[in-house]
């Protein structure tokens, strides 16, 4: 069994044998075993009497984006991603940036997140979060950066390269997801969802630009992809050209479901505070 660190562009024929990456272990072990010490040792100081550390919605949603994650990261979809197939790369991309992320903040309970950001080196952090238009425009700027052809090419050949880059994404998206609940509990709710469905369909607009890109551009644009073997017998253009058909339509569906989701919690936080009127 070929053994790499992380998953990076190799110029050697594609092949289905299973491939290891003690990196991506390590790394889903950190991020599982932080979130359960939490849960187990410091979760039980930090509630109130009577209160539940965890809720089973929290705990699932966590633990489906856990794995999520994991599958993406790992072999197959890693390593294809890194250096085959445009189209595995636009998979992975979509998919972090919204469905395991939004599961992963929905997994962190109010006590983990005030935690996580309490600590003076978490500051820059922190100050991210507490303005959603900083998150945003950070999710934006990454989107657009780790996608110019020069910088993608440059960084996906190394393996610290290609590692770089998978976390950026994990965290300018977890920041992004993040800043749209409060840290604070005297802001308000309403507020929060309203702000969340503003945010939602702006993310729409630099992926719908990048992906119009891809397809509409004469020659494959990314070194990395037109001269990897081929695999399904994709053409580097052809598979450039599914690439942006995913980033510029392929996200709609999963936007469409996070704003129903955000509206109808929306509307029913405003009933409720119709009735109490």
């Known amino acids: 069994m070929n053994v790499r660190w992380w998953c990076a562009a190799s110029s050697g024929a594609w092949t289905w044998t299973p491939q290891a990456f003690p990196g991506v272990w390590l790394f889903m072990a950190l991020v599982g075993g932080a979130w359960l010490w939490a849960v187990l040792r410091v979760g039980p100081r930090r509630v109130g009497p009577g209160q539940p550390v965890l809720t089973r919605s929290q705990a699932t949603s966590f633990a489906i984006g856990w794995l999520l ?124 969802y309203g702000r969340r469905l503003l945010y939602l369909i702006g993310s729409k607009l630099t992926p719908i630009l990048l992906g119009a890109i891809l397809v509409h551009s004469e020659f494959p644009l990314y070194r990395t992809f037109e001269l990897a ?14 690439a942006g058909w995913l980033m510029w339509m392929g996200a709609t569906p999963l936007l469409i479901w996070r704003l129903a989701s955000a509206w109808f919690v929306w509307a029913e936080i405003e009933a409720r505070r119709a009735g109490e009127v």
Request: charge should be neutral.
């Open 229 to 242: 073997p081929r695999v399904f017998e994709l053409t580097a253009k052809t598979d450039q050209v599914i």
């Open 69 to 192: 994650l994991w599958a993406l990261l790992d072999w197959p979809i890693g390593p294809l991603a890194a250096g085959y197939l445009a189209t595995a790369h636009m998979i992975q991309y979509v998919t972090i940036t919204l469905v395991v992320a939004p599961l992963l903040e929905s997994g962190l309970p109010g006590w983990m997140r005030a935690a996580i950001f309490a600590p003076r080196a978490m500051a820059p952090l922190r100050w991210i979060v507490e303005r959603p238009f900083r998150a945003f425009a950070l999710l934006n700027t990454v989107l657009v950066a780790t996608h110019v052809p020069v910088v993608a090419d440059s960084l996906k050949p190394l393996q610290l390269g290609s590692m770089a880059m998978d976390l950026t994404w994990i965290l300018a998206a977890l920041l992004f997801w993040l800043s749209t609940t409060p840290l604070r509990e005297s802001v308000r709710i309403d507020a929060v």
